[in-house]
């Protein structure tokens, strides 16, 4: 028992020192945190920087009236009166700039904090005025949290009283003038009046949290948090709650390392939540890196399961051993793999024992992907926009533009050709469905089919609607069609003369 | 006497007068005046930047005009608290906002409650129906960006229907979406219409416009023309306001004042 309540004792003694600036850290974690995710949604961030920033102007100005009129030292009124001044001010001069000129928001903002701050650190270096005043700016930027007394600790409780209560009866209003600021309006909520109440907080929070924290805590505590939250959360009540528990958990655990090793306490905090947010930016289940490569590799492309099916036609009707495949295909296995089993789903491969077939299905697809690829080769020999060497490579390419739209304007475009530059047949059994009506110019030596329709003036006066033709063999280059009627006589038709006729086909052969 | 007997009916649900608007030396609107009447469904049409949006948020009291006057059932619109609902154009939303659905559709009740009063459960059950009624209760509990084009502007429309307000505006509500969107959209738009309600919509396509509206707001900075499709949609006006692209629409106007039907005209947006 004794041993319980000396050590309690020396507790209090060794660290009792910490626990003011435990509490009022803590405050200024929760405040900043809670008004930090409004900020991070009006992407306000850079104007919490500037106000933390150009607050030391005002700080300097209320120090040096007190001092000068009144012989008090680091009177804490006068000083916080000033460097909420010196904040509105801010706000105002980039508003004028952002008005009056074309210089855009941010670039106003920059300009003026370093100016405004810069302007304070030259002014409070001038032998004349250095005498008078005790500002360092070092923990101006880095915060002295260990060295607060009552009246900060007074403080914060009275900002986080006031704060906190204006965030959960204002939600609504804040909530929805930050979404939709229109339909705000048109409900009757007064757009501009809930933006000046939230910049108050937001002045209210940075001033008397860098007095305390100092700048880049305060300004960490205010965008990182939240933004950590808004990586992790799809709500924003939730998201609020989370940037609250972030904020303090990390200040809790940064300021246990800085006592711990003695280093710096702010700095220590804001390495910390960085490095929160860091992990966070790849690791959230949704919204994070990881997540987004997981989905990435999760999804076989395209080309690839066309690859595939390519690979296995080749095959003519036989079954390939899958790691077949994988040798012709030269991409990671176990991504091809992944893509086999896709194909599988999609009813357009069967695979057992480790072999692959092509479906009917499959046969089909695979088939107009050659289709594709062997117009594509012909398109590119014709046109000549491709070294010969490079025109299957680059076929291959392209043969994945294999829509219809762009398959049928290939075709016509290149005379509906019959075999590609090597001399291989171009496969159209996707055209040419019996039962269908289509243009002559498609049909294929041996094709059956009767006259529908003859349009325009293109078409050959000796075809009559309802006759029974049957194809024959092109010429000149396959640039004549040869239609030979049922009493055996024989039409050569243009490509022109050929795409006036529709007929129905009958019989591939 | 007789006149304030019909009051109610003759009173126009929207009356701008002389509104000129600016944000800039060059005015977004000029001197506009227009009534529109109550339970007709009203199309604003303009090429880019002719203050079609500018005009819009005039009606909802959003923007303070130079000069002039919007009234709402006669009420100044500064005046008017949640009469008005409001579907904003796709692109002005914010879609990585942390919302979800069924919150989005709950804003339309926050014009029955106090700011500082909870959501009941009968909103939360009105904001259900209205996603109900937009074929959206799948979806209630993603974040609005996790949604494809058509069902995000569907999201919006329930949060109008769910505020249940006598005039409804939409800022593009087709842009971007696909057929059966656009269809589903239309057909909320004439029930609303014939449940007595007046919708205006803010539109590009002057192809669809005739078939779409029974009034149509031709605005290019200024007034041009208020009636009918059949009124304004003629090659004249047309090629008033539409001068930089005349060659598109000598081809669109000989059509519209053909056949007040159907024409084509995705090209007039981009000029």
Redesign the interface.
């Known amino acids: 028992m004794d041993s319980l309540t000396e050590f309690f004792t020396s507790l209090q003694l060794d660290y009792g020192y910490l626990i003011r600036p435990l509490i009022v850290g803590t405050l200024v974690s929760v405040v900043c945190s809670v008004v930090g995710c409004f900020i991070v949604?009006r992407r306000m961030s850079f104007l919490a920087d500037a106000i933390a920033h150009s607050m030391l102007a005002g700080v300097i100005g209320g120090y040096l009236l007190m001092k000068v009129f009144y012989q008090q030292d680091s009177n804490l009124t006068a000083m916080l009166i000033g460097a909420i001044l010196s904040g509105i001010l801010t706000v105002a001069m980039v508003g004028f700039v952002t008005k009056f000129s074309r210089v855009k928001q941010d670039t106003a903002i920059g300009i003026m904090y370093t100016g405004i701050f810069a302007f304070s650190a030259f002014f409070i270096s001038l032998e004349s005025v250095s005498q008078y005043i005790q500002i360092d700016i070092y923990h101006f930027i880095i915060g002295d949290i260990m060295a607060v007394d009552n009246s900060e600790l007074w403080l914060l409780a009275i900002v986080a009283s006031i704060v906190l209560p204006v965030v959960i009866?204002?939600y609504?209003?804040l909530?929805?003038t930050?979404?939709?600021?229109?339909?705000a309006?048109?409900?009757?909520?007064p757009?501009m009046a809930v933006e000046y109440l939230l910049t108050a907080c937001t002045s209210l929070v940075v001033v008397s949290g860098v007095q305390i924290a100092g700048v880049i805590l305060v300004v960490a505590l205010i965008i990182t948090p939240a933004a950590t939250a808004?990586l992790l959360?799809?709500?924003?009540d939730?998201?609020i709650i989370t940037s609250a528990i972030v904020g303090v958990l990390c200040f809790w655990f940064g300021f246990a390392i800085a006592v711990f090793l003695g280093t710096e306490p702010g700095a220590t905090i804001v390495v910390i939540m960085t490095g929160v947010f860091l992990s966070s930016l790849v690791l959230a289940p949704k919204y994070g890196l990881l997540a987004d490569w997981v989905r990435k590799s999760n999804t076989v492309p395209q080309e690839m399961m066309e690859d595939v099916l390519g690979c296995v036609l080749r095959a003519k009707g036989k079954s390939v051993p899958v790691t077949e495949v994988l040798k012709h295909i030269k991409k990671p296995a176990p991504r091809v793999r992944k893509s086999i089993v896709m194909l599988e789903r999609q009813g357009l491969l069967d695979v057992d024992n480790d072999k692959v077939l092509l479906t009917d299905d499959g046969r089909f697809q695979a088939k107009r992907l050659v289709r594709a690829h062997r117009l594509w080769e012909t398109y590119l020999d014709r046109t000549g926009t491709t070294p010969k060497e490079k025109i299957h490579d680059t076929a291959h390419r392209l043969e994945h533009l294999s829509d219809e739209k762009t398959v049928e304007y290939l075709d016509d475009k290149l005379g509906h050709p019959v075999t590609d530059p090597h001399g291989s047949i171009i496969p159209n059994d996707s055209e040419l469905i019996v039962g269908k009506d289509l243009l002559l110019s498609v049909l294929r030596s041996g094709n059956q089919a009767t006259v529908v329709r003859t349009d325009g003036d293109a078409a050959p006066l000796d075809l009559k609607v309802g006759q029974r033709i049957t194809m024959g063999p092109r010429s000149k280059d396959g640039r004549i069609w040869q239609v030979i009627t049922l009493d055996g006589k024989k039409l050569s038709l243009t490509h022109n003369a050929a795409d006036a006729v529709v007929v129905r086909l009958i019989a591939k052969s | 006497m007789i006149v304030n007997a019909n009051k109610s009916i003759e009173v126009p649900a929207i009356k701008v007068q002389h509104l000129t608007v600016s944000y800039g030396p060059v005015p977004a609107l000029l001197d506009v005046s227009v009534e529109i009447p109550q339970g007709k469904l009203v199309g604003i049409i303009g090429p880019n930047g002719s203050g079609k949006s500018t005009l819009m948020k005039s009606m909802l009291g959003f923007i303070k005009p130079d000069v002039g006057t919007v009234e709402i059932f006669g009420t100044d619109v500064t005046q008017v608290k949640g009469r008005v609902a409001y579907v904003p154009q796709r692109g002005s939303v914010d879609w990585d906002f942390p919302i979800t659905v069924r919150e989005v559709a709950a804003m339309g009740r926050y014009s029955y409650r106090r700011w500082w009063q909870d959501l009941k459960k009968e909103d939360l059950r009105l904001a259900d129906e209205a996603l109900e009624k937009v074929r959206m209760s799948d979806f209630r509990d993603r974040q609005i960006g996790q949604l494809s084009g058509g069902q995000q502007q569907r999201v919006f429309m329930a949060r109008a229907l769910a505020q249940d307000a006598e005039i409804l505006l939409l800022d593009e509500p087709f842009a971007g979406v696909d057929a059966a969107t656009e269809r589903a959209i239309l057909d909320v738009l004439q029930e609303t219409k014939e449940a007595g309600k007046t919708v205006v919509v803010v539109h590009h396509d002057l192809g669809t416009a005739a078939e779409y509206f029974n009034l149509i707001i031709l605005l290019k900075q200024r007034l041009f023309a208020f009636g009918t499709p059949f009124q304004v949609l003629n090659p004249k006006l047309l090629t008033d306001v539409y001068e930089g692209n005349l060659k598109v629409f000598a081809e669109l106007a000989k059509q519209s004042s053909d056949d007040t039907g159907d024409g084509t005209g995705d090209e007039v947006n981009d000029g």
Request: proline share 8%; charged share 20%.
């Open positions: 949604l009866l204002f609504r209003p909530q929805l930050t979404f939709d600021p229109i339909m309006a048109a409900i009757g909520i757009v808004y959360i799809d709500r924003l939730r998201m």
